[in-house]
């Protein structure tokens, strides 16, 4: 939340796209400050101060879909072109309270099960907050965390960290959520899937560090490089 105030810490980073959840509305950021207006962007929500949002600092336009299912409604799936390669990207904040279904991991089974036919194992990222690990399995029942990830691989669709870590899934050395910024409550929730083809382009896989994030999130950001 509160992005304007966080923005030029993750552009340090120098991202091409950046997916921010719990992004405010982007008529609340001053993109005045130098280096903070993006070439495109794409934000979806119901609260201005609270939503999703998808930022373009290169030459990639972002487009949203128009089948898009409001009722999958921060899941997004997004047409990016204008780059070196054209994709597929599903920008991930699984949190719909809303869904008496399943608010979390739910909603990302409910997308690769509606989009089936746009997620395919070619230039497909789906990346962002599932709120998800597969410690939390039994709660979730068939749509769980593991469900998630068995689908996406039978697609040959596969998470980057665990890839290049190589790690398990449930036993991940470098958590990405520390809960009211505790280190006791530390979890692995955000990830980075990518189809087989863009995995072999994968460069690097970096997890932002709890001390030099902790004053901004009780997130740390997955950054993924690939050479394109």
């Not at 130098?34 to 373009?56: C, E, R």
């Not at 990207?89 to 409910?110: H, M, R, S, T």
């Not at 890839?163 to 409550?185: A, C, I, S, V, W």
Request: aromatic share 14%.
């Amino acid at each position: 939340m509160a992005f304007r105030k966080k923005a030029t810490f993750i552009l340090a980073e120098k991202p091409d796209i950046l997916i921010i959840p719990e992004c405010e509305h982007p008529d609340k950021l001053n993109f005045n400050q130098d280096g903070l207006a993006p070439s495109d962007y794409v934000w979806y929500g119901t609260n201005s101060n609270k939503g999703l949002g998808v930022f373009s600092y290169g030459d990639y336009k972002l487009e949203l879909l128009e089948i898009h299912n409001p009722e999958i409604k921060t899941v997004l799936p997004l047409k990016v072109t204008g780059g070196k390669v054209d994709f597929t990207l599903f920008a991930i904040w699984a949190n719909n309270p809303q869904d008496k279904q399943g608010a979390y991991i739910e909603q990302v089974w409910k997308a690769i099960n509606y989009y089936e036919k746009l997620i395919l194992n070619e230039r497909t990222i789906l990346v962002g907050d599932f709120n998800s690990n597969k410690i939390w399995d039994k709660k979730h029942r068939l749509a769980n965390h593991s469900s998630v990830v068995s689908e996406l691989e039978r697609k040959e669709i596969f998470s980057t960290y665990h890839k290049f870590f190589n790690q398990e899934q449930g036993t991940e050395k470098h958590p990405t959520l520390f809960m009211y910024r505790h280190l006791d409550k530390s979890y692995h929730i955000d990830y980075c899937f990518v189809s087989i083809d863009l995995l072999s382009k994968m460069e690097s896989v970096k997890i932002g560090d709890y001390n030099e994030w902790k004053s901004l999130s009780d997130h740390s950001p997955v950054i993924v490089t690939f050479r394109i």
